[in-house]
């Protein structure tokens, strides 16, 4: 059974990492200013672990299978019918940049880094949205 206060306090996570970099970040600045280079790479990294812990949380509650990566995770959601298939390859590129992120996998492309805040922030709230929509929860 899905735990469903640990997944409302994951997805609220997401919820307020996306209300602080739409309110917060600032596309231009993130390749010349260090500091708010590390606000938004560190804020998506929270955001984008949160979604893998309920993906995670999800699949294995739900016995949705074995996933062998974190991309996986999202694919086994989207079968399920827990997110949409058009949003599937959002969350899969996003979990490979959280990668990067973390694993340091490569150097970070700020050019990436910009693109999301620009205009991919809300993948994120649609997988939060689609998530509670599945579960019932409503917005």
Known sequence: MTDADLVAKKLARIETCMAELRRLADA???????????????????????????????????????PETNRDLFAHLARAGYVTPTLLPALERMAGFR??????????????????VE???SDL????????????WGQ
């Open 119 to 121: 205009h991919h922030l």
């Open 99 to 116: 990668n990067v992120l973390v694993h340091g996998y490569d150097e970070v492309d700020l050019g990436v880094v910009r693109r999301i």
């Open 28 to 66: 231009a600045r993130i390749e010349t200013d260090l500091v708010h280079q590390r606000f938004v790479e560190h804020t998506l990294q929270i955001a984008i672990q949160a979604a893998l812990d309920v993906a995670s949380h999800i699949v294995s509650d739900e016995r949705l299978g074995e």
């Open 125 to 136: 709230e649609r997988f939060a949205g689609e998530i509670r929509s599945k579960l019932g």
